[in-house]
Structure formats: structure tokens, C-alpha cells
């Protein structure tokens, strides 16, 4: 049996653990990487006056939007000169730009030069990543996902930019919005889901870890929705989305990623609900290839499905998806987030530039393929 697995950062998981920061950061200034909203909501507020406290001195950029552009990651890299330490402080997009920025201002490396797999080969600054949601799983991976141009995602993949430290903080998710709470679960199923289905590097280290993060997600996701104050399960929530993270660092994402990131870059359709809308119409298009992969996942969520076939397995774990999409609250069709048929031929065009994660697909998606799923998702 050949495979390699990377573990990712180390990791401290508690209630309150954000204070902490002080504690792991060297000496000297700090880039404190997160946008407006966590800014604005107090979120960061222990972390920076633990840093504080630790006698850091802390320059913040809060300027990060969702989908962060390119403009905006060298914004964070012109403000982090002199910075011996980076933290990302927030959901996917302040991470992803803090990883970057780490290691560009570490690596001194030109940023065109890096995009794609294992091109970014020098050495980042100290990095500490505290997700404020429960779904990226990005303090957990070795990639940063980009805007570039008007509506194109570029990445950089590579062990360079993986996280010393991250931190697991349950209350920094208790404020959270349900639709943002709901979007966020999901996108760290798909996570798992993608994982543990991926046509390259699937392993058994992964296959472990996408099964809990499944099974912790199952359990626990309309809970945080309905008891948003449930810090026990937002705990859970957030261990799942870290090990789904570790997960699909090992074994990469597909197809439901792929329909799902031209939704964000023509619509700004936030990327936890893309891929909930595309998630049971690329499972459908999946099912002849990852039956039994999708038949496993449906004991791991019910397992009195083992008393039935594989093909009832696999068609009941499709359904179990769906069901917990409903009952999250989330819009469950194209239409509910302003696409239309006129939309599908942009949309299909778009997906097929995802050459990385359609690659990773359990059976090929073409274009055709593409545009059916988009229409069936309408």
C-alpha cells in the first residue's frame, strides 16, 4: 500500500484558545490578516489583546473581501513588510490571503511565477490561521484560492504555505448568521465527501478522517442551526471542518467544485451554498462510477443502511444530503440565486477552465456534462 499523507499544522482546540495567540508568535511585528465584518462583530478582539498582551506589536489589514482579489492579497504583502509573523484571522478568504502573504514575504518569490502545484518551493513567514467559521477548512490546507481578472479563481498549491499553527475556537463561531452557519457545514461535507470519492491520492489516512468529519457533520449540522449558542456542537463543527480540511489537503476535490466556483465569480453566490446547489446533481452524474464509495458514506450517516444493497445505499446517502440541505434552510435551487437558462452555456465554458479539480472526478465532466447539471439545478 503507497501513499503520503501530510498531517498539516499543529493544532490547539478550546473554547477561548484565540487568547492564546501571544503564546506561539515570535518576537516582533505581527500582519493581522481578516476582513471588516469579523472586525466589526468584536471577534478578533481576545486574540488582539492577548498579542497585546504578549507585548506584539500588531499591524491589522481588515481589508479582505469575499473572493479575495489579487489586488488585494499584494495589498496585505505591502502591509506586512517588516512583519515577522502572520496571523489569518477568519473564514476562507482572510486565510487564504494570510498563506499567500506568508509566503511571499517570506519566500520574496513573484507571485506568477508560483500559481498551480508545487511551484512555491521557498520558506514563508511564522504563520497562525483561526478560523471564524466551521467549513473552509483552509487553516488546515496547503492552498490559497484567488480572484484574478474579473471572475477567474487562480491557486497555489504547495507544503509551503501550511499553516505552524492553527486554532480551534468555538466561541468565535456562536455569533454566526444561520444561512452563514448552514452554507459553511456544507461546504465542509463536500469537503469530506469529495475526499474520500477523489480520483487521485485517496488514501486510507484520508478515508479516516473524511468518515469523521462526515459523521461529526451528520450529527451536529442542523443542531448548530436550530442552537446556535450549542457550543458543544459548534466544537464539533469545527473539528469536522478541520479534519475534512486535512482531508482533501491529502486527497483533492472535484467536480462539485468545479460547477461551483464560476457560481461564485459571475454571481457571488457564497462558495458553501455553490456547492450545496450543485452537490446532489454531480453526485447524480458521479453515481454508476463512486457507487460504492457514495453506498459506504450512507452507512457512515445511517448506519441501519447496511441491512440494504449498495445501490439502495449509495441512492439513500444522495437523499440523507438533500434532506439536511432543506432542513438547513438553504436555497436549493440556480434560480433562488439569480441564474437563468441564458446563464448555462457562460457557466459550462467557465467550469471546464477547473481543469485541477475535474481531474479529481470519480468519471470525466464535459462541457455538455456540465451545462445538463447546471439546467438540472435550475
Not at 38 to 65: H, Y
Not at 72 to 79: D, F, H, I, P, S
Not at 157 to 166: G, Q, V, Y
Not at 347 to 367: F, G, H, Y
Amino acid at each position: 500500500m503507497n501513499f503520503q499523507f501530510s498531517y498539516g499544522p499543529r493544532l490547539i482546540s478550546g473554547a477561548g484558545a484565540a487568547a492564546r495567540l501571544g503564546e506561539l508568535l515570535p518576537a516582533g511585528r505581527c500582519l493581522f490578516v481578516t476582513d471588516a465584518q469579523v472586525r466589526a462583530l468584536g471577534l478578533a478582539d481576545a486574540a488582539l489583546a492577548g498579542l497585546a498582551g504578549a507585548g506584539i506589536d500588531t499591524v491589522i489589514f481588515d481589508a479582505v473581501e469575499a473572493d479575495p482579489s489579487q489586488a488585494t492579497l499584494l495589498a496585505a504583502v505591502e502591509a506586512g513588510r517588516g512583519c515577522a509573523s502572520l496571523v489569518g484571522f477568519g473564514g476562507g478568504s482572510p486565510m487564504d490571503v494570510a498563506k499567500l502573504a506568508a509566503y511571499l514575504l517570506g519566500s520574496g518569490d513573484d507571485l506568477e511565477q508560483i500559481w498551480g502545484l508545487n511551484k512555491a518551493i521557498g520558506e514563508g513567514l511564522p504563520l497562525t490561521l483561526v478560523p471564524t467559521t466551521a467549513g473552509t477548512g483552509s487553516e488546515a490546507t496547503a492552498v490559497a484560492v484567488i480572484t484574478t481578472g474579473g471572475t477567474t479563481k487562480n491557486a497555489v498549491n504547495s507544503p509551503a504555505l501550511t499553516a505552524d499553527w492553527a486554532i480551534l475556537d468555538a466561541e468565535l463561531t456562536l455569533g454566526l448568521p444561520r444561512h452563514v452557519t448552514a452554507a459553511t457545514g456544507i461546504d465542509a461535507m463536500v469537503h469530506a465527501i469529495e475526499a474520500y470519492t477523489s480520483a487521485h491520492r485517496k488514501n486510507p489516512m484520508s478515508d479516516v478522517l473524511a468518515r469523521e468529519a462526515l459523521r461529526l457533520i451528520a450529527e451536529n449540522l442542523i443542531r448548530v442551526c436550530e442552537a446556535p449558542d450549542d457550543r458543544e456542537a459548534r466544537g464539533r463543527m469545527l473539528l469536522a471542518a478541520h479534519l475534512a480540511g486535512v482531508a482533501f489537503a491529502n486527497a483533492p476535490v472535484a467536480g462539485v467544485h468545479a460547477l461551483a466556483y464560476p457560481l461564485g465569480g459571475h454571481f457571488h453566490v457564497p462558495h458553501g451554498l455553490s456547492n450545496a446547489l450543485m452537490l446532489p446533481h454531480v453526485l447524480g452524474h458521479n453515481m454508476h462510477a463512486a457507487m460504492p464509495l457514495y453506498a459506504e458514506l450512507g452507512c457512515v450517516i445511517d448506519p441501519s443502511l447496511e441491512r440494504v444493497g449498495t445501490q439502495a445505499q449509495a441512492q439513500a446517502f444522495v437523499e440523507q444530503l438533500v434532506d439536511l440541505s432543506v432542513k438547513s434552510g438553504l436555497p436549493q435551487r440556480l434560480s433562488d440565486v439569480g441564474v437563468s437558462s441564458e446563464h448555462l452555456d457562460l457557466l459550462a465554458s467557465d467550469a471546464m477552465k477547473q481543469e485541477r479539480l475535474l481531474v479529481n472526478n470519480p468519471c470525466p465532466i464535459t462541457e455538455a456534462d456540465a451545462r445538463r447539471l447546471y439546467e438540472a439545478a435550475l
